[in-house]
């Protein structure tokens, strides 16, 4: 045993017991006190084990029920979403398995459509919550950082469509869905002042604002909902790029969709330009 | 030694040769003082030395007009280059577009795949032919096997426009002309010319020359990881500097739909 063996990693999340016969293998693994393998195991859905692990307490039904129709409004944004896009395009190359969902993971992480965007929406929900007038302001004059970061600032109103006309009815459905399941107050404000928010925000309301409010209302934390936002969206980026796997001869290239504006034209082959 | 046994051993226990870091002090990577000596030499001399353990100017600057020519096209369509460039519409972060990006190069019909696989492919062929089998004979056995040889034929393109400029390029440093050069080109004769008609395309040619300077598949495979990123840097500021959303758009009707019909749940 040498000195460093007093490293642990501490948590709250994650207890294990060992095997008797080997230290590196667990023999019981608890969850927030929970055995998983002896106990949870064939009683809890996969829903509510996730919010297990995030809020280390069960969720009450109706939580259950909004974090499950969340997840199933998420789970595949379709394959015209620049996510799935990105997915697909490992598929039809031929990309590693992982590298599709890696791909998903970094174009759906941004500030349009993103988990970023996500963030960012729940902290104006923790800023101005059903004041109508807070969003009013927050809108008008929204947080600037002072110094850079990273992330790219953002570009619109959090959580609404920049190239949106009106709120399409499928995020309509969603945030319907969620808010008659409500028993807090953000679901079913925003459905009632959703049209008021737009008109501030010159634009319609997203699937990353309905996930924003109710990721907010269930109590979790921006960079809590971030994380989810980025997991929930990957079973359709998985399944599209499986489907599209090898497929680029039916894929779209845009191959007369670019134009050149800066081109020096053809070189001879001495290298020379012409 | 596996099993817990080995986990017991290595437990708190990294013994290696490759480098470390002693914090405030100094650098070593594979016996060398990095502070003093290897960061004063040129980067990519420093990569070819950290992946091979080969101090050489000549092969540094080889792999280097390889990636140059070769490797960097910024040009957003290509699909690995595309998710950089879809980061970029999407306002993620520079660092994430081009992870991912290079993650998605380790595909089959271009890059990481076919780059190993040539190389291998070379190595075989070569093995195969000194027990005597015809180069024909060689070649239709990985046909037969696994339906493609590794580095010829192209989607998109039937030529490769990078072969006469790579070929160029290691002329002047005096490469080019090994054996594994001149197998690569035996074999595109023979393809050109068959029902295949596939031609040679870049990765065979890098891997021959490569192949030709003693480097394994897994040097080529861990030299040529970042080789692409020169082509994706572009495509994400590009998109980044274009209004949020703009890259190839799709409206709904770009979904060729062959599902099942309309129907209902439960």
């Known amino acids: ?274 | 030694m596996t099993g817990p046994a080995m986990l017991k051993e290595f437990e708190d226990n990294w013994v290696t040769a490759m480098g470390a870091w002693f914090p405030g002090e100094r650098v070593v990577l594979r016996g060398k003082d990095v502070l003093s000596d290897l960061g004063r030499r040129p980067w990519m001399e420093y990569l070819v030395y950290a992946i091979t353990g080969r101090e050489s100017p000549e092969l540094a600057r080889l792999i280097e007009g390889i990636w140059a020519i070769s490797c960097s096209y910024p040009d957003p369509r290509l699909w690995n280059n595309r998710v950089a460039a879809l980061a970029g519409t999407s306002r993620s972060t520079g660092v994430l577009a081009i992870a991912s990006a290079v993650s998605v190069t380790e595909a089959t019909l271009y890059g990481l795949r076919p780059i190993k696989r040539a190389m291998d492919f070379f190595y075989r062929a070569d093995s195969k032919l000194k027990q005597g089998q015809s180069l024909e004979e060689v070649i239709r056995t990985e046909l037969k096997s696994f339906r493609v040889v590794s580095g010829y034929g192209r989607p998109i393109a039937e030529t490769d426009e990078r072969i006469s400029p790579l070929l160029r390029f290691a002329k002047t440093l005096g490469k080019g002309n090994g054996p594994y050069v001149k197998l690569a080109l035996q074999v595109h004769d023979y393809l050109k010319n068959s029902r295949y008609k596939n031609q040679i395309n870049i990765a065979a040619l890098a891997a021959a020359i490569l192949a030709d300077e003693g480097l394994s598949p897994e040097d080529l495979y861990n030299l040529a990881t970042l080789a692409f990123v020169a082509g994706m840097f572009p495509c994400y500021i590009d998109a980044r500097q274009k209004p949020e959303g703009a890259l190839y758009p799709l409206r709904t009707t770009r979904i060729n739909y062959r599902g099942a019909e309309t129907r209902h749940w439960g």
């Open chain 1, 1 to 274: 045993m040498t000195a460093n063996q007093s490293e642990t990693i501490s948590t709250k999340i994650w207890r294990e017991e060992p095997e008797p016969d080997n230290p590196f293998a667990a023999r019981a693994c608890y969850c927030s006190g929970y055995d998983v393998y002896g106990d949870l195991l064939g009683k809890i859905t996969w829903i509510e084990y996730v919010w297990l692990l995030f809020r280390l307490d069960p969720p009450t039904p109706v939580q259950k029920t909004l974090l499950e129709g969340l997840a199933v409004g998420l789970a595949n944004p379709g394959p015209r979403d620049p996510s799935i896009h990105a997915a697909m395009s490992a598929g039809v190359g031929g990309s590693t398995h992982a590298s599709a969902l890696i791909a998903a993971i970094a174009v759906g992480a941004g500030n349009l459509g993103g988990a970023r965007e996500v963030l960012t929406a729940m902290q104006y929900w923790a800023q101005c919550g059903t004041d109508l007038d807070a969003w009013r302001g927050i809108i008008a004059t929204p947080p600037v950082e002072e110094r850079t970061d990273v992330w790219p600032a953002m570009e619109h109103t959090p959580g609404f469509d920049p190239n949106g006309a009106r709120c399409p009815t499928p995020v309509r459905q969603l945030l319907d869905h969620l808010a008659t399941h409500s028993d807090g107050a953000i679901l079913p404000w925003l459905a009632a002042h959703r049209e008021t928010l737009e008109q501030c925000a010159a634009s319609p309301l997203a699937f990353s604002g309905v996930a924003a409010a109710t990721l907010h209302e269930l109590g979790f934390s921006p960079e809590q909902g971030e994380m989810l936002f980025l997991m929930l969206r990957l079973p359709g980026a998985a399944a599209h790029a499986l489907e599209q796997h090898m497929n680029w001869a039916r894929f779209p290239f845009f191959g007369s969709g670019l134009t050149l504006t800066d081109d020096p034209g053809p070189v001879a082959r001495t290298g020379k330009q012409p």
